[in-house]
């Protein structure tokens, strides 16, 4: 998993709900009261929290260049029907899109995807290649390539891995 500073703003949201399975060792944050609370998940939202999750993490995989780790639900078929309204500061007029809701995760994700699409960060939210980790970062480099959760375990263990390829 990575060391890397949490994504700005909404998109921090999503980075922490698509970090919250562990592909390499299973273990699942959603499992516990605790984890779900941090989200406001009910148990019986468990399954809509997982679908979305997987849904949000197929599309990290798509900024990053990859195909999705296994079918699952179209993010867009999953947030159409999470109510926004356009809400408009009266002292300086700046506009955002709010959920309508404060409660639902799935209002709250949709605002953030919203707030990211304004801002251009969007398609910086990407998920790691490698097929055991697929952890969830915001791709701070530069040129906006970054392939890696963290360049020091998944990117040093892939190198590594077409180093010994190579073989002598």
């Not at 273990?27 to 979305?52: N, V």
Request: glycine share 10%.
């Amino acid at each position: 998993m990575s060391e890397r500073s949490a994504a700005p703003g909404g998109l921090a949201l999503i980075e922490s709900l698509v970090n919250t399975l562990d592909i390499e060792t299973g273990a699942d944050s959603l499992d516990s009261a605790e984890g779900r609370g941090r989200f406001g998940i009910t148990e019986a939202g468990l399954d809509d929290a997982r679908d979305l999750r997987e849904s949000l993490r197929a599309a990290l995989l798509a900024h990053a260049g990859h195909p999705p780790h296994r079918p699952v639900t179209p993010l867009g078929a999953l947030l159409a029907p999470a109510p926004l309204y356009v809400s408009v500061d009266d002292r300086d007029g700046s506009a955002a899109l709010t959920p309508a809701d404060d409660g639902p995760l799935l209002c709250k994700v949709a605002a953030a995807v919203a707030e990211a699409l304004v801002a251009g960060t969007w398609t910086r939210l990407k998920a790691c290649e490698a097929e055991t980790c697929h952890w969830a970062y915001y791709d701070r480099s530069p040129a906006g390539r970054g392939r890696w959760c963290s360049m020091q375990v998944c990117g040093a263990r892939a190198k590594m891995r077409r180093y010994r390829a190579k073989g002598p």
